[in-house]
T-cell receptor
Framework: AQSVTQPDIHITVSEGASLELRCNYS??????LFWYVQSPGQGLQLLLK??????LVQGIKGFEAEFKRSQSSFNLRKPSVHWSDAAEYFC????????????FGAGTTVTVRA | NAGVMQNPRHLVRRRGQEARLRCSPM?????VYWYRQLPEEGLKFMVY????????ESGMPKERFSAEFPKEGPSILRIQQVVRGDSAAYFC????????????FGSGTRLTVV
């Protein structure tokens, strides 16, 4: 069974500073990997996903993530945070090959200070 | 093109009452998934439905919970005789195909049992 760990429950970052959110997964092979963002009162929005190929994935809103097989990690990064990036971020994994169930981490809440 | 619509946004029920959560998928999407987010936890898969069929209910609690997706109208998640532990955010997602996780999530229904 797959599982996801997001070690940081809450991160506070200054506007304009860089951001990195950690995600570690447990799965027997290379899973499909996702990052979602949930702004207050909104649904989950897909930031980016990794299925195969280039291990550095570009997403929307200036986010990127890097898949590191040796570390079973898929960390999310943004070089310069904007106040609108304050939200909750979820990492998720899914089994390749026609499955549909995602396993989510518990989320990391990002606070942006002026 | 409206997204996935969930209503109500917030629902308060007393212990022992019934809760009915509705989800209208995106136009053209015939696959619906329900996830539950308990406090301090990530989203957990509950059930996958197509029109008039339950495909996978492996994540549904065995008692009091049921789901349907009729030929006409929204998908309904029904919780009978609610208890405090049912308090959570319930998210619906839809997709045009069942694989590759092409989800669009709704904004969720926050159920509070008092």
């Amino acid at each position: 069974a797959q599982s996801v760990t997001q070690p940081d429950i809450h991160i506070t970052v200054s506007e304009g500073a860089s951001l990195e959110l950690r995600c570690n997964y447990s799965y027997g092979a290379t899973p499909y990997l996702f990052w979602y963002v949930q702004s207050p009162g909104q649904g989950l929005q897909l930031l980016l996903k990794y299925f195969s190929g280039d291990t550095l994935v570009q997403g929307i809103k200036g986010f990127e993530a890097e898949f590191k097989r040796s570390q079973s990690s898929f960390n999310l990064r943004k070089p310069s945070v904007h106040w609108s990036d304050a939200a909750e971020y979820f990492c998720a994994v899914g089994a390749p090959g026609g499955d549909y169930k995602l396993s989510f981490g518990a989320g990391t809440t990002v606070t942006v200070r002026a | 093109n409206a997204g996935v619509m969930q209503n109500p946004r917030h629902l308060v029920r007393r212990r022992g009452q019934e809760a009915r959560l509705r989800c209208s998928p995106m136009k053209g999407h015939s696959h619906v998934y329900w996830y539950r987010q308990l406090p301090e936890e990530g989203l957990k898969f509950m059930v996958y439905l197509q029109k008039e069929n339950i495909i996978d209910e492996s994540g549904m609690p065995k008692e009091r919970f049921s789901a349907e997706f009729p030929k006409e109208g929204p998908s309904i998640l029904r919780i009978q005789q609610v208890v405090r532990g049912d308090s959570a955010a319930y998210f619906c997602a839809s997709s045009p195909e069942p694989d590759n996780y092409g989800y669009t999530f709704g904004s969720g229904t926050r159920l509070t049992v008092v």
